[in-house]
């Protein structure tokens, strides 16, 4: 039987016997398998009978009152950057894929994840290396943004196949990363929740990188009570009940610099109205402008921090098979080749004084506010007639994400707006290492915006 698309809902189906994990994944692939749907653009690979076999012992124990972990027998997607033992790893890429040895050995967070009883359905499709904000992948497909498919639109990226999976009804939620935005733009297009921890709360081994520096890891999902469980299993931690607090005298800053340039109306409408609905709960918004904050586009005039790390990546796959790599990828990582040692080191010195000047600026309020994308999904048609198009899309779609990666600090984002709109997400941010009590302000916040919400 069908139940609730979020991971409590989903718990309390198992323990009561309502459904069983078996019946779970059997929906799941289901769905991915529904001819003339796009599970197959959506996943690059299954672990069908596995997952099945997985599911199986987990209804056992169940039935024989065996203890389980927080996500025993829910079944959720994985990225195609994180190492599942005896399967390929091969991060969106067709040249990867040509010559990928099969992991052997799970990655950290992929541990912690199967420890705690989590049924892995597939590898989902990504922008190739995960190096783009839209989702697009020429090699694989570009699954369809669910809110307007007659048109086409981005995904989101770089997790777009994760975002579809749990969009699509094809997985409880989803694991994906975050480098420059990769779990909350897919999320914010597609009306979901996504997470992004302080940079070096999760462990990355085994996971493919794209920036030493800047990449994390998160969760995609129905409900923020669902990111809160999947990170906190990922951390190693123990799950913590939630803090849920009226929104009567909480204080938040409106973050002006940059981040409210050029939005499209519908974004722009979409936060206004939420900022009134947390007003009238009680909430204190200030506007803030925070000069530091201008740092990250003087990073961006001497190119990016993330540039460079990936060209050390992949550099010597593009001397023998750049052909042979999405050409928009291609063009990106390749333009870090001329950034010199000096320009790095300036952007890592205007990096540490962006981080300490705004947390100066910032301290004294609960959370920052923001819209997550300064735009609404994009049509994927024009993107691809027009080189200039697309990267000045892809830019505004990284924007205000990317600027909370420079920082490192945990952001979440929350669908705000009506459900039959544009989607938009908004985007809380917190201090460094300040997780939970951004997942507790990201849920207090759904539930005052959101009240109809599961």
Not at 211 to 220: A, I, K, M, R, Y
Not at 374 to 389: C, F, G, T, Y
Request: proline share 5%; hydrophobic share 45%; glycine share 10%.
């Amino acid at each position: 039987m069908a139940v609730a698309r979020t991971i409590a809902a989903t718990r309390q189906a198992l323990m009561s016997g309502k459904t069983s994990s078996v019946e779970l994944v059997s929906e799941a692939f289901a769905e991915i398998e529904k001819e003339g749907g796009e599970g197959e653009i959506i996943f690059v690979r299954t672990f069908k009978n596995s997952a099945i076999t997985q599911a199986a012992a987990s209804d056992a124990m169940r039935k024989m009152g065996v203890p389980q972990g927080p996500l025993a027998g829910i079944p959720i997607s994985i990225k195609d950057l994180f190492d599942i033992e005896g399967e390929p790893t091969t991060a969106g890429s067709a040249v990867l894929a040509e010559s990928a040895e099969r992991a052997k050995r799970d990655a950290v967070v992929i541990q912690r994840l199967r420890a705690a009883g989590a049924i892995f359905l597939g590898h989902t499709n990504m922008t190739e290396f995960a190096y783009s904000g839209l989702g697009i992948n020429p090699h694989f497909g570009t699954p369809l943004n669910v809110w307007d498919k007659e048109v086409g639109r981005v995904p989101g990226g770089s997790s777009s196949g994760a975002a579809l999976s749990v969009a699509g009804n094809m997985a409880i939620a989803a694991i994906g990363s975050d480098t420059g935005g990769s779990v909350r733009i897919p999320a914010a297009f597609n009306r979901l929740y996504g997470f992004k921890p302080t940079t070096g709360r999760h462990p990355m081994g085994g996971v493919f990188p794209l920036s030493s520096s800047l990449d994390t890891v998160g969760p995609l999902a129905r409900s923020m009570s669902c990111c809160r469980v999947i990170d906190h299993v990922m951390a190693g931690d123990a799950i913590p009940e939630p803090n849920l607090r009226s929104m009567v005298g909480v204080r938040f800053g409106i973050l002006e610099t940059i981040a409210l340039d050029g939005l499209d109306m519908d974004v722009a409408g979409a936060f206004v109205r939420a900022l009134e609905a947390l007003s009238k709960g009680g909430a204190r918004l200030e506007r803030i402008k925070v000069d530091a904050i201008r740092n990250f586009q003087e990073i961006g005039r001497l190119g990016s921090i993330g540039g460079p790390e990936a060209y050390h990546i992949h550099r010597s796959l593009i001397a023998t098979k750049g052909q042979q790599i999405d050409p928009r990828v291609l063009t990106r990582i390749e333009a870090a080749a001329g950034i010199s040692a000096a320009d790095y080191i300036e952007m890592l010195a205007l990096q540490k004084e962006m981080v300490e000047k705004t947390h100066l600026a910032t301290r004294n309020y609960d959370a920052i506010l923001m819209p997550t994308v300064a735009m609404v999904p994009p049509e994927i048609a024009p993107l691809l007639e027009s080189d200039a198009l697309y990267a000045e899309a892809n830019a505004k779609a990284l924007r205000n994400t990317a600027l909370v990666n420079v920082l490192g600090r945990p952001a979440a984002t929350v669908p705000v707006g009506d459900a039959n709109a544009a989607p938009v997400g908004l985007m809380i941010v917190g201090e460094h290492g300040a997780d939970a009590m951004v997942q507790d302000i990201a849920e207090s916040i759904d539930l005052c915006i959101n009240p109809a919400s599961d």
